[in-house]
């Protein structure tokens, strides 16, 4: 019984390079979040995605960042051009269609340092 | 923007005593609401959650309280325990906005054996 699966959990980039973020969500989940936290913090809104359709992006940042979640296989968080303020733990998040479990459970999350 | 903060950054607790994190939210629309558990390097963990048409909801060991007069959430840990030590997160979810859960800053709970 696999839980939301994440990975790299470690990525290393230096500046100006791209980083890319997997997630898998449960099984029988369709549903897909990402969350960004820095140290000491709350997590974060990033984007909400369901299969082919990305339903809300507000808080994503307009410019380098970007989401999908394709019909077949992982969510995808793709960030271009990695700045050293990009360094965080980015995690990925699922639940059932709405209207049945809302609960979100979390992946372990990937640490992404920019050198 | 984010509406949830939270009134302790830091608790310390004796092992056994029990622990009380508190929460304040400030959408007076949100309707559900979730306590996380993070420990060290992992991802949040669901502990319990509470829709606002209750006041209270039990589980093992934990209570949540919800006070809607004033907008307040707490999560009541009973005869805490060495693992209960981690980063408590309150998020709320206002119900015209789908999943999308906003998150406090946290109260980290130091428990002493």
């Known amino acids: 019984n696999a839980g939301v699966m994440q990975n790299p959990r470690h990525l290393v980039r230096r500046r100006g390079q791209e980083a890319r973020l997997r997630c898998s969500p449960m099984?029988?989940?369709?549903?897909v979040y990402w969350y960004r936290q820095l140290p000491e913090e709350g997590l974060k809104f990033m984007v909400y995605?369901?299969?082919?359709?990305?339903?809300?992006e507000s808080g994503m940042p307009k410019e380098r960042f970007s989401a999908e979640f394709p019909k077949e296989g992982p969510s995808i968080l793709r960030i271009q051009q990695v700045v050293r303020g990009d360094s965080a733990a980015y995690f990925c998040?699922?639940?059932?269609?709405?209207?049945?479990?809302?609960?979100?459970?979390f992946g372990s999350g990937t640490q992404l340092s920019v050198l | 923007g984010e509406s949830v903060g939270l009134h302790l950054p830091t608790l310390s607790v004796q092992e056994g005593d029990n622990s009380i994190i508190n929460c304040a939210y400030s959408?007076?629309?949100?309707?559900?609401f979730i306590w996380y558990k993070q420990e060290s390097g992992k991802g949040p963990q669901f502990i319990i959650d509470?829709?606002?048409?209750?006041d209270k909801r039990q589980g093992q060991r934990v209570t949540v309280l919800l006070n809607k007069t004033v907008k307040h959430l707490s999560l009541q840990i009973a005869a805490t325990q060495p693992g209960d030590s981690a980063v408590y997160f309150c998020?709320?979810?206002?119900?015209?906005?789908?999943?999308?859960?906003?998150f406090g800053s946290g109260t980290k709970l130091n428990v002493k054996p």
């Open positions: 998040a699922s639940s059932r269609p709405q209207g049945g479990d809302e609960k979100l459970f």
């Open positions: 099984k029988g989940h369709s549903h």
């Open positions: 995605l369901q299969k082919e359709n990305i339903i809300d």
């Open positions: 959408n007076s629309a949100s309707d559900y």
């Open positions: 509470i829709r606002s048409n209750m």
């Open positions: 998020a709320e979810n206002i119900g015209n906005n789908f999943n999308k859960f906003y």
